[in-house]
């Protein structure tokens, strides 16, 4: 069956990276882009950006621009999210999500959440 | 504007329709899915492409969009449903969420 395993929790301090993987199977991995959503503590859902995980191709949020890089290893069917310079309003739970279709840009498998915590 | 407003919450007895709503400019010429999440849980999708049902979906579950509103319907609601749920659409400026419904079964 599709499975989207992610990384274990992190604790980072603001001004600091962290780098989130979503490890696929169960499925054809180049066939389908990748989502990034997340959620802080309480709140609702937050749309980070897209991978094309066939070229390698990527949009993300206004918001993180400059500041996000999204990447992928066909070889390990794995996708990864970086985001650098951390502040406390980046703690959050990260999701990966496969794009179920072009049309909806809608997501139809998610991964288990990784949370990001950001404190000093 | 790019922007999906819901309904904070709505409330339904066991058996009764729920219907929840999304609303935007965007939904005029975009389509909307929807997904619910459980506390401590992953959202799931329930509905895509403003109407279709994912495999393993009941039935009740049914999705419409006409007019910049997009709407929610579960028939016969159970207690099982109680979640939040959220819509969701796109334009080229990217991925948009509605702020999320608390359905209440009550």
């Known amino acids: 069956q599709v499975q989207l395993v992610q990384s274990g929790a992190e604790v980072k301090k603001p001004g600091a990276s962290v780098k989130v993987s979503c490890k696929t199977s169960g499925y054809t991995f180049t066939n389908y882009y990748m989502h990034w959503v997340r959620q802080a503590p309480g709140q609702g859902l937050e749309w980070v950006g897209i991978i094309k995980t066939s070229a390698g191709s990527t949009t993300y949020a206004q918001k993180f621009q400059g500041r996000l890089t999204m990447t992928r290893d066909t070889s390990t069917s794995t996708v990864y999210m970086e985001l650098s310079s951390l502040r406390s309003e980046d703690t959050a739970v990260y999701y990966c999500?496969?794009?179920?279709?072009?049309?909806?840009?809608?997501?139809?498998?998610w991964g288990n959440g990784t949370t990001v915590t950001v404190s000093s | 504007s790019n922007e999906l407003t819901q309904p904070p919450s709505v409330s339904v007895s066991p058996g009764q329709t729920a219907s929840i709503t999304c609303s935007g400019d965007i939904l005029g010429d975009r389509s909307a899915s929807w997904y619910q999440q459980k506390p401590g849980q992953s959202p799931m999708m329930v509905i895509y492409?403003?109407?279709k049902r994912p495999s393993g979906i009941p039935e009740r579950f049914s999705g419409s969009n006409s007019g910049n509103i997009a709407t929610l319907t579960i028939s016969g609601t159970q207690a099982m449903d109680e979640a939040d749920y959220y819509c969701?659409?796109?334009?080229?400026?990217?991925?948009?969420f509605g702020g999320g419904t608390k359905l209440t079964v009550l």
């Open positions: 999500a496969r794009r179920g279709s072009a049309l909806g840009q809608d997501m139809d498998v």
């Open positions: 969701q659409a796109w334009d080229t400026s990217g991925v948009v």
């Open positions: 492409q403003d109407n």
